[in-house]
């Protein structure tokens, strides 16, 4: 099952590179994790949520650790698009300062460039879905990614890829 998950996930990969962008710029970054990498990752969300009392770092973490696969899917050096439409809270994209560290990702960032991810993250897990390979997208997974390095960008998502009996990414406790 894991060369059909990997194969699967590279299939996402070229959905999400694919999905339209705003005003054609392209500031989506995507990478497949497994192996160690998965493993040590899930290690990390873990100890996250143990160290800052956050809630369900643990639950995800189980999730990474039980699935072969993890596409990683970023929005990195992400400029403003220019419409000066105050979207992101500032009344003209020039006075946008630049991204500055937040406790998990970095912000404030252009809302048609967020929702540039958004459409990438959509797209690759209709893929997943074509394919009914079993997916969600984990905020969670991404935290700790970009901490770890596994990825760059101002913010990160995380969609890990499971072919069981019963979908592990819901009902969960």
Do not use: H
Not at 49 to 61: E, I, L, S, V
């Amino acid at each position: 099952m894991k060369e059909a998950l990997l194969m699967a996930a590279q299939l996402m990969a070229v959905s999400a590179r694919t999905a339209p962008k705003a005003a054609g710029k392209d500031f989506v970054e995507i990478k497949i994790i497994e192996g160690e990498d998965i493993k040590k990752l899930a290690e990390e969300m873990r100890e996250y949520g143990k160290t800052t009392g956050k809630a369900n770092f643990d639950r995800d973490g189980k999730n990474v650790e039980d699935s072969d696969v993890v596409l990683l899917i970023s929005l990195k050096d992400a400029k403003p698009l220019g419409l000066n439409c105050g979207a992101c809270g500032y009344p003209e994209c020039s006075k946008l300062p630049p991204a500055a560290e937040g406790p998990e990702f970095k912000g404030p960032v252009c809302a048609w460039r967020l929702m540039d991810l958004g459409i990438a993250m959509g797209s690759a897990v209709k893929t997943a879905s074509i394919l009914n390979v079993d997916n969600r997208i984990m905020y969670r997974i991404g935290v700790l990614a970009r901490k770890m390095g596994l990825i760059e960008g101002e913010v990160v998502v995380g969609i890990p890829l499971s072919a069981t009996g019963k979908n592990i990414y819901f009902d969960r406790k």
